[in-house]
């Protein structure tokens, strides 16, 4: 399942992060590793973008980018 489709206060784990080049890089640097909980805090009105909590901090990741990034629902 990819982060964009993840339902508003839903925990998952990331599973793997994709993309190519610089988009990854930023991605991992912002702490999107693999391993590591996120909660879909809210969304846009409009549906972008959207606020996860990763790490004790929250992020704003555009749904484009959230794309790439494949997470397994916590229970």
């Not at 610089?22 to 640097?29: E, F, G, I, S, T």
Request: net charge positive; with cysteine; charged share 25%.
């Amino acid at each position: 399942m990819q982060l964009d489709t993840l339902p508003i206060g839903q925990k998952a784990v990331i599973t793997a992060v994709g993309g190519q080049g610089a988009l990854r890089c930023r991605l991992l640097d912002m702490g999107l590793i693999p391993k590591t909980t996120v909660r879909i805090e809210r969304v846009a009105p409009l549906g972008d973008p959207m606020e996860l909590l990763v790490r004790g901090y929250s992020l704003s990741l555009r749904r484009e980018d959230a794309r790439n990034i494949e997470v397994e629902v916590m229970p």
